[in-house]
């Protein structure tokens, strides 16, 4: 399992936006279209735009499929990488102690590296055939576009 460490907010901030940062990459859209998208759901929702009820919306008009928490038989939660190796050809979004992070077809985006971490609920889209070349190069852009160091413009 690879992880790359990746930043999508435009001004490199690196809190308070794990939400936004998640759902963009699943998405494979701009940091700023999420947020946006997100803020109209909230609002017509009564709600914030990093709650479960507006990107758990957003997710299903994308395609994505919300999964129950995964358990062993011995009754200990899966970690996000035995998630992420249970669901190798997918796009996930995963909650994790507080966080939402990402893996897409096996490699996990984030700021940090949530492997170890149990994996609450999820959201789920499988990777067509047709999808699966748009899938690697958007993988590519983003190990070659670390964004994690940008200068905050303020």
């Known amino acids: 399992m690879r992880f790359i460490k990746y930043n999508a907010n435009p001004k490199g901030w690196k809190t308070g936006d794990c939400v936004i940062r998640a759902v963009a990459a699943a998405t ?64 996930l979004i995963m909650h994790c102690s507080h966080h939402l992070t990402v893996a897409i077809n096996g490699v996990i985006i984030d700021l940090w590296n949530t492997s170890y971490k149990s994996a609450g609920k999820f959201w789920k889209k499988d990777i067509t055939d047709e999808e699966e070349g748009d899938i690697i190069r958007y993988l590519q ?6 964004l994690v160091e940008r200068r905050r413009l303020i």
């Open 28 to 91: 494979q859209q701009t940091w700023d279209d999420v947020y946006d998208d997100l803020c109209a759901i909230g609002k017509k929702k009564g709600r914030m735009p990093n709650e479960s009820y507006s990107y758990g919306a957003y997710l299903k008009q994308k395609g994505f499929t919300e999964e129950k928490q995964l358990k062993h038989s011995n009754g200990n939660w899966y970690t996000i990488e035995e998630v992420v190796e249970t669901y190798p050809n997918s796009i």
């Open 141 to 146: 852009f983003i190990d070659e576009n670390r």
